[in-house]
């Protein structure tokens, strides 16, 4: 059932801002404080790994499957999973991995322990992890969810670089049906700016902004796997030499949308 998103921004500042300010926040913030404090909310939307049959794991490819391949045989694989195959304790440090596995992070702060984890768990299971800094395929029905629960026919598509690209308007259904290509990464935008999706380059989990209560009811309804940033939460909430332990919870006890 359809229902109008509730909008808790006043209308005339909607109007006064440019879709171009909707990229992925800085990183000198808390999440929390992005967008100048618009959102009432912040999710972290974890990407999930891909469970593929036998045919396409690594022992009988050698080869990360094509996004077609994911979206028609791949199902979610959840960190929760993960973190017990692996016995890597935490989605702290699951993200600690997977950014040390593409060279994100280095010295102290690389998991190079963590990287050998992850590998033994791909060599092991038909199982892949997710690519970075991109909608992630098995997420992109979830995020076109959300727009049409909220009622909303058209999405607007902020590209990562908007003064190289322009920002578009886009049917949502052509692109769950397919007919109109998803974007790959960037910001989706709801038309009266009340929520948005957002990913950064080299991360692992997407930022889903908006009212609270409309963030827990589509992360309940399809089961995401993620939690609500605290007023301290980083972009880099996998590092706790920052001193995020000594003013936060860790990541596994902080608020989901349960």
Known sequence: MFFRTPRFAD?????SVNPEQFTYPPY????????DGRFEAAFIV???FIRVPEALAW????????????????SKFRWTDAISATGLGSCARMNQALLTSIGAVRDHLADPEGVKALQ????DEPVWMPTEGRFEPLLHRDFLYAFQTAGVRELIFVPEFPAADPVVRLDVAGLRSGSIPFPARGTLLAPDQSFLFTGDWDSFFTMFYGQRDFIRQVAGALDLEGFFATPNTEHAWFNYTFGCATVTLSPEHWQTAE
Request: aromatic share 6%; glycine share 2%; net charge neutral.
């Open 11 to 15: 209308p005339a500042k909607i109007l």
């Open 46 to 48: 974890l990407h999930p």
């Open 59 to 74: 022992k009988a490819t050698r080869q990360y499957p094509a996004d077609e391949q994911i979206a028609t045989s791949g």
């Open 120 to 123: 033994r768990l791909l060599e």
């Open 28 to 35: 000198s913030a808390p999440l929390a404080e992005a967008y």
